[in-house]
């Protein structure tokens, strides 16, 4: 028979701490090396660099296309400023409104020049991107009668910053 020593009395109560610390001491090892393998490897750029892209979109319109049947029958084209607030540049990539059946980006390189469509329109680093038929632009194609609404909802796809819906004012013809 093996003979068992029962434990003097406050020994069990004393030696818990200590399997508490060691048993805790492990995770704790790898948690601190882990963190600190990770904090290297972000200060060394392996994890990227954060951009916060801000844009500020204003003076948002869709002029009403015309009293004649002709002219309120083609496209709608809009006005609108877009101000790149970073110091980084961005793209509209795609816009979308419930009232057309596809919108198309152009640009216009000149005032007597063709509009040509475009995939993208530029919005630089700490400036403005001013759309209007004159120059670059959104162009509402086929779209249904808005002319009785107060505005025209759009959504902007930009590359960096993400997705943005404004509701754009409907004008009178010809201004912002």
């Given at each position: 028979m093996i003979a068992v020593s029962a434990p003097a009395p406050g020994l069990a109560g004393r030696e818990l701490?200590?399997?508490?610390?060691?048993?805790?001491?492990g995770p704790l090892i790898c948690v601190i090396v882990l963190?600190?393998?990770?904090?290297?490897?972000?200060s060394?750029?392996?994890?990227?660099?954060?951009?916060?892209?801000r844009l500020q979109v204003t003076l948002a319109a869709v002029p009403v296309r015309g009293y004649t049947a002709q002219t309120a029958a083609g496209p709608a084209a809009t006005f609108m400023t877009i101000r790149n607030l970073t110091g980084t540049s961005d793209e509209l990539v795609f816009v979308t409104s419930p009232v057309a059946s596809r919108v198309l980006l152009t640009e216009r390189t000149g005032p007597a020049a063709p509009q040509t469509v475009v995939s993208d329109l530029v919005i630089p680093?700490?400036?403005?991107?001013?759309?209007?038929?004159?120059?670059?632009?959104?162009?509402?194609?086929?779209?249904?009668?808005?002319?009785y609404r107060t505005t025209v909802p759009l959504t902007l796809t930009f590359r960096h910053a993400g997705t943005v819906t404004i509701d754009a004012v409907v004008t009178l013809p010809g201004t912002p």
């Open positions: 701490p200590r399997e508490l610390a060691r048993a805790v001491a963190l600190g393998l990770l904090s290297a490897w972000v060394a750029g392996g994890a990227g660099t954060l951009t916060r892209i680093a700490q400036s403005a991107l001013i759309l209007s038929p004159f120059g670059d632009d959104v162009v509402l194609q086929d779209p249904v009668s808005y002319e």
